[in-house]
């Protein structure tokens, strides 16, 4: 979640910083500046669930909304997209698992591009993996540095932001995982770095099984 959410603020952030506008500073108290709001939310529609046999849902890891009203809801268990319209009626399928074109195997998040695409992210190798909305297949993104993966990513405002992460072996066998949050260009190259931690791991020495 904390990952998640720094990757949206970075994201509506960096066009910002690329253009080297000033960047607003936001106080965020403890207590509330406005006071405490209680929001009532009004169920639309819902599926899955004892009450819903027709459709099978196994991890949800991802929903997302289009400007034309549809609901993707990504599910790693399955590797599949639901595609639901406004009014919560299953449209079609996206994705699938499997090494073709539009198919993915390890997909944990899911974002829209800008040409209207949608892009499954692939936990391993890092990459992503588009279809139109329609599920025809429409490209790919690699890293070029290879061996390492992803968490999430999130497409805004014409910046791609990803949260990386890296296992570096060292010679004396401990290892550096190396986390990164960041921004790529469309041929999969590091725009920018935004935040960075490297942590050593000893893996015969550090745990206890």
Same mark, same amino acid.
């Not at 639309?44 to 027709?54: K, L, N, Q, T, Y």
């Not at 996206?94 to 195997?105: A, D, K, S």
């Not at 040409?115 to 990459?127: L, Q």
């Given at each position: %979640? &904390? $990952?998640?959410?720094?990757?949206?603020?970075l994201s509506a952030l960096a066009p910002l910083l690329a253009a080297g506008a000033s960047v607003p500073i936001i106080t965020n108290p403890s207590s509330p500046a406005n006071g405490q709001v209680t929001l009532q939310l009004d169920e %639309?529609?819902?599926?899955?669930?004892?009450?819903? #046999?027709?459709t099978v849902l196994g991890q949800v890891v991802r929903i997302v909304g289009d400007a034309s009203g549809n609901i993707y809801v990504?599910?790693?268990?399955?590797?599949?997209?639901?595609?639901?319209? #406004?009014t919560g009626e299953l449209q079609h399928t996206?994705? *699938?698992?499997? #090494?073709?074109?539009? =198919?993915?195997?390890r997909a944990c998040?899911? &974002?829209?591009?800008?040409?209207?695409?949608?892009?499954?992210?692939?936990?391993?190798?890092? *990459?992503?993996? %588009? $279809?139109?909305p329609e599920g025809v297949p429409a490209g790919s993104l690699e890293l070029s540095v290879p061996g390492? *993966?992803?968490s999430s990513a999130v497409y805004r405002g014409g910046n791609l932001v990803?949260? =990386? &992460?890296?296992?570096?072996?060292n010679d004396d066998g401990t290892h550096i995982v190396q986390s990164i949050l960041g921004s790529l260009q469309p041929d999969g190259e590091r725009n920018a770095i935004y935040l960075q931690s490297n942590r050593h791991v000893d893996y015969q020495n550090d745990f206890v099984f």
């Open positions: %979640m &904390t $990952v998640s959410f720094l990757v949206l603020l %639309m529609w819902r599926v899955g669930g004892i009450d819903d #046999e027709d990504l599910d790693a268990q399955l590797q599949q997209a639901f595609v639901y319209d #406004e996206l994705f *699938g698992p499997g #090494e073709g074109p539009g =198919e993915v195997r998040d899911l &974002t829209l591009m800008s040409d209207g695409s949608v892009a499954a992210v692939n936990r391993f190798p890092g *990459g992503l993996v %588009m $279809v139109s390492r *993966g992803f990803v949260a =990386e &992460t890296a296992n570096v072996p």
